[in-house]
């Protein structure tokens, strides 16, 4: 849409539109489609393009990135074409504002759904049907996806690619783009987060104790020993885990092993016990019940899954 936000228009572009033949091939057929076809004026950027919302409803993900204005009616035409991609069986995600596209498509009615902190109440406010929920970085309901502001953009791709393509993959494009693999969807917007007292000396010592766990997943690791670390008490510990990440150091624990256990998975030929060894399971029986309870599957079927099919991708 004209005054779309560059940032916003520019993270799918980087994510989807740059063919990554070394990281998994076919990737994804993109292309960006406006409401103006070549007149589409993006924070200053001209950005043409020679197709238009015919080819949106016949994409297998859409992707919405924010609106110039939030508080407007967005056009008709874009709001009936999402809604026409989505009753095809496409994955919709919005980015930020770009939610309220897909609010006035009756899309989010009774879902699960979030965006920018800032637009939060103005959303509730016009469309009260969204189970609305601005304290996360990004949320999905279905095959309906939306994200929190600007860098949250990055989170919501990386979500959608490892959807696609599995944690190892998306673990190698983050490395690319130099931003943290992973950050979970229920993590909470920073607006919630105080600022560090000047002098404190402790602005970081949050990411030095994450940083330290994920270096050594394979050992033990108790609430007590990353309270020691952060020179915290454990109940301190937890408020900051809760503020930040929106889980339990315990619960934040367990899901970096789980990911670090589906990369092993995805990428090597490691046993379910050298596996469930080295992300900290301590045993093939105690892998398989984490994956039984959060990922309702078993570690070799995810294995089987993810090193046998090759026809994931969605175009």
Same mark, same amino acid.
Do not use: K
């Given at each position: 849409?004209?005054?779309?936000?560059?940032?916003?228009?520019?993270? *799918?572009?980087?994510?989807?539109?740059?063919?990554?033949?070394?990281?998994?091939?076919?990737?994804?057929?993109? $292309?960006?489609?406006?409401?103006?076809?070549?007149?589409?004026?993006?924070?200053?950027?001209?950005?043409?393009?020679?197709?238009?919302?015919?080819?949106?409803?016949?994409?297998?993900?859409?992707?919405?990135?924010?609106?110039?204005?939030?508080?407007?009616?967005?056009?008709?035409?874009?709001?009936?074409?999402?809604?026409?991609?989505?009753?095809?069986?496409?994955?919709?995600?919005?980015?930020? !504002?770009?939610?309220?596209?897909?609010?006035?498509?009756?899309?989010?009615?009774?879902?699960?759904?979030?965006?920018?902190?800032?637009?939060?109440?103005?959303?509730?406010?016009?469309?009260?049907?969204?189970?609305?929920?601005?304290?996360?970085?990004?949320?999905?309901?279905?095959?309906?996806?939306?994200?929190?502001?600007?860098?949250?953009?990055?989170?919501?791709?990386?979500?959608?690619?490892?959807?696609?393509?599995?944690?190892?993959?998306?673990?190698?494009?983050?490395?690319?783009?130099?931003? *943290?693999?992973?950050?979970?969807?229920?993590?909470?917007?920073?607006?919630?987060?105080?600022?560090? =007292?000047?002098?404190?000396?402790?602005?970081? =010592?949050?990411?030095?104790?994450?940083?330290?766990?994920?270096?050594?997943?394979?050992? *033990?690791? $108790?609430?007590?020993?990353?309270?020691?670390?952060?020179?915290?008490?454990?109940?301190?510990?937890?408020? $900051?885990?809760?503020?930040?990440?929106?889980?339990?150091?315990?619960?934040?624990?367990?899901?970096?092993?789980?990911?670090?256990?589906?990369?092993?998975?995805? !990428?090597?030929?490691? !046993?379910?016990?050298?596996?469930?060894?080295?992300?900290?399971?301590?045993?093939?029986?105690?892998?398989?019940?984490?994956?039984?309870?959060?990922?309702?599957?078993?570690?070799?079927?995810?294995?089987?899954?993810?090193?046998?099919?090759?026809?994931?991708?969605?175009?």
């Amino acid at each position: 849409m004209p005054g779309t936000p560059i940032f916003e228009l520019a993270v *799918p572009c980087e994510v989807f539109g740059i063919a990554r033949p070394d990281l998994a091939d076919p990737w994804y057929g993109f $292309r960006v489609c406006a409401t103006e076809p070549g007149a589409v004026v993006a924070g200053g950027f001209a950005t043409t393009s020679p197709h238009g919302l015919d080819d949106l409803v016949t994409a297998g993900t859409v992707i919405v990135p924010g609106c110039a204005n939030a508080e407007a009616e967005q056009p008709r035409e874009l709001v009936e074409a999402v809604r026409e991609a989505h009753a095809r069986g496409a994955r919709i995600a919005a980015i930020c !504002t770009g939610a309220f596209v897909v609010a006035q498509a009756g899309l989010l009615d009774g879902r699960r759904a979030t965006t920018h902190w800032m637009h939060a109440g103005q959303l509730r406010r016009r469309f009260p049907r969204v189970r609305l929920d601005e304290n996360v970085l990004y949320a999905a309901d279905g095959r309906v996806h939306t994200s929190a502001g600007t860098a949250s953009a990055i989170d919501l791709c990386l979500e959608l690619v490892r959807q696609d393509h599995g944690t190892a993959v998306a673990n190698a494009l983050a490395r690319r783009m130099v931003t *943290p693999p992973h950050r979970a969807a229920d993590q909470a917007q920073y607006m919630t987060a105080p600022m560090p =007292v000047a002098g404190s000396g402790r602005p970081a =010592v949050l990411g030095e104790v994450t940083d330290w766990a994920l270096a050594h997943l394979g050992e *033990p690791i $108790r609430l007590r020993d990353l309270a020691a670390r952060a020179c915290l008490s454990e109940r301190q510990l937890t408020r $900051r885990f809760l503020r930040v990440h929106g889980r339990t150091p315990g619960d934040w624990l367990t899901r970096e092993r789980l990911r670090r256990a589906q990369e092993l998975l995805e !990428t090597t030929d490691l !046993t379910i016990e050298t596996v469930a060894g080295d992300c900290g399971f301590g045993t093939a029986a105690g892998l398989r019940a984490a994956f039984a309870r959060h990922l309702r599957i078993s570690p070799s079927d995810y294995r089987a899954t993810w090193r046998g099919d090759s026809d994931r991708v969605r175009g």
